[in-house]
T-cell receptor, first 115, second 118 residues
Framework: GENVEQHPSTLSVQEGDSAVIKCTYS??????FPWYKQELGKRPQLIID?????GEKKDQRIAVTLNKTAKHFSLHITETQPEDSAVYFC??????????????FGQGTILTVHP | NAGVTQTPKFRILKIGQSMTLQCAQD?????MYWYRQDPGMGLKLIYY???????DKGEVPNGYNVSRSTTEDFPLRLELAAPSQTSVYFC?????????????????FGDGTRLSIL
């Protein structure tokens, strides 16, 4: 089955700096890669996702890049703000038949943005 | 505009007790999932369902059971609660292609049930 590794496990940055979180996946059939943000005691919230037919996607201060050959994808947050502090999870999904939309999650990254 | 609704939000059980965690969605999604999230960890899939009457095991199904009698509801049953089942449980849903087995839509999560077993 799919295996997703996420690094780093914790990340501390100063307000205004950039933050980068990286994930690798094992199943070359995976072709959908969402990123979730989870604030303390809350549900995971989808912040951005990318499909394997594109290499990069951007939404304001958040971007995701995908390298299918190397089987890794990264989340980039620019101009970080204290409200970006949360746990971030990457995930991978094989959208082919019999996968039934199941996601495999990384272990999470605790991002702390210091004012 | 409820989305995915989970009840209860919190529960404390004694070892050996049983309970059912409720999950309902109003988006007419056919695929539904149960995850558990242990402290400081990612989400692990317990069970999933691709439609009414169809369920299957995920990564960590032991100690749990599910049923799916309607499209909207996907309850998770703990029969003999054990301390190892102390966790936060999340239900999620998405739209898939039914028996064809794939989905290109994001998953929507409920607010979770925080369960402690003492």
């Amino acid at each position: 089955g799919e295996n997703v590794e996420q690094h780093p496990s914790t990340l501390s940055v100063q307000e205004g700096d950039s933050a980068v979180i990286k994930c690798t996946y094992s199943d070359s059939a995976s072709n959908y890669f969402p990123w979730y943000k989870q604030e303390l005691g809350k549900r995971p919230q989808l912040i951005i996702d990318i499909r394997s037919n594109v290499g990069e996607k951007k939404d304001q201060r958040i971007a995701v890049t995908l390298n299918k050959t190397a089987k890794h994808f990264s989340l980039h947050i620019t101009e970080t703000q204290p409200e970006d502090s949360a746990v971030y999870f990457c995930a991978a999904r094989d959208a082919g038949g019999t996968s039934y939309g199941k996601l495999t999650f990384g272990q999470g990254t605790i991002l702390t943005v210091h004012p | 505009n409820a989305g995915v609704t989970q009840t209860p939000k919190f529960r404390i059980l004694k070892i050996g007790q049983s309970m059912t965690l409720q999950c309902a969605q109003d988006m007419n999604h056919n695929y539904m999932y149960w995850y558990r999230q242990d402290p400081g960890m990612g989400l692990k899939l317990i069970y999933y369902s691709v439609g009414a009457g169809i369920t299957d095991k995920g990564e960590v199904p032991n100690g749990y059971n599910v049923s799916r009698s309607t499209t909207e509801d996907f309850p998770l049953r703990l029969e003999l609660a054990a301390p190892s089942q102390t966790s936060v449980y999340f239900c999620a849903s998405t739209q898939g292609t039914g028996s064809l087995g794939y989905s290109n839509q994001p998953q929507h999560f409920g607010d979770g049930t925080r369960l402690s077993i003492l």
